[in-house]
């Protein structure tokens, strides 16, 4: 019964601060986060998130990155969600941070770089991963495939929403049955 509430009331948190970031009635303060130290903050929320079956593995290389921590919380756990969602049984999720430079970069829609260095966040699973036709919907808001009860198509718009807030940059690479990686890349001095 417990497990049951705590699921009611995650779905609910989550819904309620995408809602907020969508209406910008929620309060942005960014700040410097080290990297190293978030995730090393957050990981135990992480394991809360999977069953047993599932294993995070972290490289996390130090960096620092100037954004409202609870938006980066937000993006996490839309990501991780997605992650354990696509992963039914047995899996592994890797999440690594570093610095990259701008040629290294893709994006989902635009061709044009700005030059500099970026904080590269990935989020890499081996779940199911998705079709091409999926793949070029995963941004639009309302747009799931998940069953009724089981996500608001919210979940990855507000990444991009708050990853374009701060000038970065998102590239998905999926993979029918060859999983999902997950790329975001944020200015190390915002512009």
Known sequence: MLNIILKQSEKASIFIGQMLDFSRIGKIEPKIVELEAFFRETQEISYVLFHENIIIDYKINPCKLKIDSNQLQQIMLNLLLNSRDAMPENGKVKISASIVKSNDIKDFELNKIRSGDYVHIQVADNGTGMSKEV??????????????????????????????????????????????KTHLYFPVKPQ
């Open 135 to 180: 793949l070029s919907k995963v941004f639009e808001p309302f747009y799931t495939t998940k069953p009724v009860g089981r996500g608001t198509g919210l979940g990855l718009s507000q990444v991009y929403g708050i990853v374009r807030l701060y000038r970065g940059y998102i590239y998905i690479e999926s993979e029918k049955g060859k999983g999902t």
